[in-house]
């Protein structure tokens, strides 16, 4: 029952990450092609998706706090009922 499948190794390579010297050719091409503009891009879509992550703590701390309040209120309120009778 032997499997007639190439090994992990003969799949993808036995160098690792980086050896082949055409990756880190292309990965200079692209890196040296897209400019500036790009890194503005990304930059601006990063700094909005930490305003919204931002937002999002704020309230859920506003939440969490609000619902802790509730609770400690409710367990006085509960420990005080069974102190008065």
């Known amino acids: 029952m032997g499997s007639k499948a190439p ?8 160098g690792g990450f980086g050896v082949d010297e055409e990756d880190d050719k292309l990965v ?3 890196a040296s092609s897209s400019g500036g503009n ?3 891009e990304v930059k601006a879509a990063a700094s909005a998706g930490f305003d919204k992550a931002k937002s999002a703590a704020a309230v ?3 939440k969490v706090k ?3 309040s509730a609770g400690i209120k409710w367990a006085k309120k509960q ?4 102190g008065s009778s």
Do not use: P
Not at 7 to 14: H, I, M, P, V
Not at 79 to 82: I, V
């Open 66 to 68: 609000a619902g802790t």
């Open 60 to 62: 859920g701390a506003q």
């Open 79 to 82: 420990y005080q009922k069974k």
């Open 28 to 30: 200079t091409k692209n």
């Open 7 to 14: 090994s992990w190794a003969d799949q993808w390579g036995t």
């Open 38 to 40: 790009k890194i503005t």
